[in-house]
């Protein structure tokens, strides 16, 4: 299933990602750090659900209080898959 999710508090302004089986599948962010998040959605692709949420939930950028990885997690987490 395709999902959209509009991040807040990021230099990015969505996350689109696919799960199938449980598994998160082609992570594309739009807007931030391109090369950096090219590189989490390769990272993560394949990981279950409940692992990409525990290992990038809570992840801060700077000062601010979320990050774009912990947005990921977010979005994860809303959908309750």
């Not at 959605?41 to 692992?51: A, F, H, Q, R």
């Not at 525990?54 to 209080?65: A, M, Q, T, V």
């Amino acid at each position: 299933m395709n999902y959209t999710y509009r991040t807040k508090g990021t230099c990015s302004r969505s996350i689109r990602f696919d799960i199938e089986d449980g598994k998160v599948k082609n992570v594309r962010f739009e807007g931030g750090c391109n090369g950096n998040l090219q590189g989490i959605g390769k990272l993560v692709e394949g990981m279950s659900v409940d692992e990409v949420i525990e290992k990038l939930g809570g992840i801060r950028c700077g000062f601010k209080s979320t990050s774009c990885p912990d947005q990921l997690a977010n979005a994860l987490k809303e959908i309750g898959e």
